[in-house]
């Protein structure tokens, strides 16, 4: 079976396009576990979606646009996860919303191999993942207007102030968001960083593409969003959880 990851980068390889801005990830290195490798090598050409790349491994090759419909094999409303981790917030949803597909964003690897594992054990079909840099995939490989509900659950914080620069979640992924999505479509956002949750706020507030679908400061907990490990730590050291969601305004 051969295995769907992107070609070694170029020595010489310069970081153009995206990399016009920082890019919301450091993608670290690391050996996968056995069993890890193994769902990489069994699982992937079931789940994998083999993107073209452009100049680095987590990039899209512009106009590489798939088909969806082709893709799952049905029509069906595309709900689209960015930095999906381990998988379990996804891998629950899609076991729970057999009607709707589902799509992973992640770069690394070894988490997209446990997603995989876990979907395969719980036998989730309705689910695709890709391991490439989020917004180029909002970009350039979904179609415009695909999308029917964005997540962006927990990103990066980069709470250095030396580095928020990196947050993924600024004036112009509003943008990117907003060409994904469907008129109507809903984005859903949380984070456990109060100066973030502040940030994704002023942003999305101040996006023309987009209506506050939630009144008073923040919006109630999502309910589809399955309670991690990851958030279960973060209201244990006293990090209060913020939900944020908006609506995609209807195009001209």
Known sequence: MP????????????DRRYRDRPVSFVRRSGRMSEA????????????????????????????????????WGRSAPLVVEIGSGQGHAIVHAASSRPEADFLAIEVFRAGLARTMLDADRAGVRNLRLVEA???EVLQHLLPEASVSELWVFFP???????????????????????????????LRLA???????????????????FDSAFA??????????TLTAFERKGARVGREIRDLSYRRRSRP
């Open 156 to 186: 990066d914080p980069w709470h250095k102030k030396k580095h928020t620069k990196r947050r993924l979640v600024t004036p112009e992924f509003a943008g990117i968001a907003a060409r994904a999505l469907r008129d109507g479509g809903t």
């Open 133 to 135: 840099n989020a917004p």
């Open 36 to 71: 890890q490798e193994r769902a990489w090598s069994d699982l992937a050409a079931a789940y994998v979606i083999d993107a073209p790349r452009d100049a680095a491994a987590t990039s899209i090759l512009p106009g590489s646009a798939v088909d969806p419909a082709a893709v």
């Open 216 to 225: 008073g400061e923040w919006a109630p907990r999502f309910e589809g969003r």
């Open 191 to 209: 984070t456990d960083w109060e100066d973030y949750a502040l940030q994704m706020r002023e942003v999305l507030g101040a996006a023309e593409d």
């Open 3 to 14: 295995d769907p990851a992107p070609a070694p980068l170029p020595a010489n390889a310069d």
